[in-house]
């Protein structure tokens, strides 16, 4: 491409590949392996780190760095990479870490869809597995492995627990402490990850039909608003109530109790993509045996 389009302080190493019109702003740095679809723009001071492929129209602020190594004791330097999709902005101080070689889920990518949003100072962990249509607020803290479905929305300074899943839908309000897979179309708030209603302003956005918002409703009401219905392991059976009557046959009611049901079938300590998990203790314990032994103090 013309170097018109590349200011004179930037860093584009030669091994990047850059498509038509990507604009490569002061200070900013690509480097080998990275390959940016057309019409991209990094806007100042942004890092870029491969492998990693980007598609089109995507948007960085300054002080982002995508595509670093990720922070994992397993981590052992193989060629994992970050795949970003289209139309997604990455606003200031935003960092995306690569896969890490055991994720058998990702098979080494942190994937990131289209029309996403990721505002300052968010950070997405390794493995991650982004859709579409996410918004994470100021300062969200995604460890690895965590995915998102379309359409999430998260609050401010909200954090996920490694192996999380978000359902389609969901909304997460601020300050919220995810620990467990949380579940589409609802609201969950707070230290304790309370489910607190249905999503209805997400539902009216994304045109779900009022009737379906309302068969939401009621299952809601069946699965967490009953009192003395909500005691640990009384989950299941809730779900068998849900499938026995009408609501069952709406496909958003269908796709919350499967969601609900691959949490308590496969998941280890509510989290479905944890049973995935291949990495053990040892990966870990040989960072530490490999260190030097710390002298006397002194």
Not at 156 to 180: D, K, P, Q, W
């Amino acid at each position: 491409m013309s170097n018109e389009w590349i200011h004179p302080s930037a860093v584009v190493d030669r091994r990047a590949v850059l498509g038509d019109r990507v604009r490569v702003g002061p200070l900013c740095y690509v480097g080998p392996d990275v390959e940016i679809g057309d019409d991209c723009e990094l806007v100042a001071h942004c890092t870029l780190m491969g492998p990693m492929r980007i598609g089109r129209n995507n948007r960085f602020f300054p002080q982002c760095v995508i595509g670093a190594a990720p922070q994992d004791l397993k981590f052992k330097g193989g060629p994992t990479r970050v795949d970003i999709g289209d139309d997604n902005a990455f606003r200031e101080g935003v960092t995306v870490h690569r896969g890490t070689e055991v994720d058998r889920l990702s098979g080494g990518v942190t994937r990131i869809g289209n029309h996403n949003l990721f505002m300052v100072g968010a950070h997405i962990a390794h493995d991650c597995d982004i859709g579409d249509h996410v918004i994470l607020a100021n300062s969200v803290l995604l460890a690895g492995h965590v995915k998102l479905e379309d359409c999430v929305n998260v609050g401010g300074g909200s954090a996920m627990h490694h192996f999380v899943t978000v359902g389609r839908n969901a909304f997460i309000a601020g300050l919220t402490r995810i620990t467990h897979d949380a579940p589409p179309y609802m609201k969950i708030e707070g230290y304790d990850q309370a489910v607190r209603g249905v999503n209805s302003t997400g539902l009216r956005r994304w045109k779900i039909s009022a009737q379906s918002g309302l068969n939401l409703k009621q299952a809601f009401k069946l699965l967490y608003a009953r009192k003395g219905k909500r005691a640990r392991g009384q989950l299941g059976a809730l779900l068998e109530e849900v499938r026995g009557n009408g609501l069952y046959h709406d496909e958003h009611v269908q796709y919350l109790v499967e969601f609900l049901e691959r949490k308590l079938r496969q998941g280890v300590y509510g989290r479905a993509r944890e049973a995935e998990r291949v990495d053990t203790v040892a990966d870990i314990q040989r960072f530490y045996e490999s260190a030097a032994a710390p002298g006397p103090v002194q």
